[in-house]
Nanobody, 125 residues
């Protein structure tokens, strides 16, 4: 499975961005998908995840109410809608997928088998 993240850019505080992550290759039905981010000088951290079945979503506390993760299974694509962006949201954003037949999301990056290349989001104040 290959993951391709896109949609990052340079925006001002308060603006919105929508990230996309398209899966290709030997894809499988409804994988658990997540977004992580890594700010300069910091460790990569969990942002949001969506279950493979049912679509239950999970968010890191600082993005709750501002970010929305969603998926389009027909397109093998997961999205991260980011509203009311803040300078502290500046980071490289990575999408990730858990393995086949795993249906429950996790906030632990070690439990994700597939990773995209990352897309840069920069929020200016």
């Amino acid at each position: 499975v290959q993951l391709q993240a896109s949609g990052g850019g340079l925006v001002q505080a308060g603006d919105s961005l929508r990230l996309s992550c398209a899966a290709s290759g030997r894809t499988f039905s409804s994988p658990v998908m997540a977004w992580f981010r890594q700010a300069p000088g910091k460790e990569r951290e969990f942002v949001a995840a969506i279950n493979g079945v049912g679509g239950t979503t999970y968010y890191e506390d600082s993005v709750k109410g501002r970010f929305t993760i969603s998926r389009d299974n027909a397109k093998n694509t997961v999205y991260l809608q980011m509203n009311s962006l803040k300078p502290e949201d500046t980071a490289v954003y990575y999408c990730a997928a858990r393995g086949r037949r795993i249906t429950v999301a996790s906030m632990y990056q070690s439990q994700y088998a597939y990773w995209g290349q990352g897309t840069q989001v920069t929020v200016s104040s």
